[in-house]
């Protein structure tokens, strides 16, 4: 005698599928709200001198975990990436600059002070809010030699932040990996240069 077991594989099945539906619809508003952590809010290069210096807004929206992690003595490093291109229409794109930054949020519980760490020095903050307002606001960062571009070409710009985990404790590498609240990186924010 054999016997069928398909009514209960469809029970199964659709129970599973009801559950993985419930927790995608609750899961929606949280990565809506976890994309909304960083963004570039806008970004322009200025010529000075003999260089081209980078200056940018961000709004990055450090979350509970991560703040939790800066009171226990934990460093943040951020890494801002700029990308200079120009388009070929027979090719790929030329790549003319690729640079990149490492800014850095520590708490220290003796002083009771942030600090700011960034290529142009370090600064001491009394509040975490002083501290993101500074990481916030990129200015003067020298990114390419003036002579590097033809005037009244058209170049791609874009720069983004992001979370440096690689940067972390190897123990919290390991939990970045699985969790949302580690991985805070804004999209590219991409411009027009023509000098």
Wanted: proline share 3%.
């Amino acid at each position: 005698m054999t016997a069928f077991t398909t009514p209960c594989w469809k029970s199964w099945l659709s129970s599973l599928l009801a559950a993985l539906a419930f927790t995608a619809a609750s899961l929606a508003p949280v990565a809506a709200a976890h994309a909304d952590g960083m963004m570039v809010k806008s970004a322009e290069l200025v010529a000075n001198d003999d260089w081209y210096y980078l200056h940018a807004e961000f709004d990055a929206g450090l979350n509970r975990a991560l703040e939790d992690a800066l009171s226990k003595g934990i460093s943040l490093n951020f890494l801002v990436e700029f990308d200079l291109t120009r388009h070929r229409w027979y090719w790929f794109d030329e790549s003319i600059a690729t640079v990149r930054q490492n800014l850095r949020i520590s708490y220290h519980a003796l002083t009771q002070q942030y600090q700011f760490s960034s290529n142009s020095g370090n600064k001491s903050f009394n509040t975490l809010a002083e501290a993101k307002a500074e990481l916030n606001h990129l200015a003067d960062w020298k990114v390419l030699d003036r002579n590097q571009l033809k005037k009244g070409t058209s170049y791609n710009a874009a720069v983004r932040m992001k979370l440096d985990v690689k940067q972390l404790p190897k123990p919290l590498q390991v939990e970045a990996l699985g969790s949302k609240d580690w991985d805070l990186a804004s999209e590219w924010y991409r411009f027009t240069v023509t000098p």
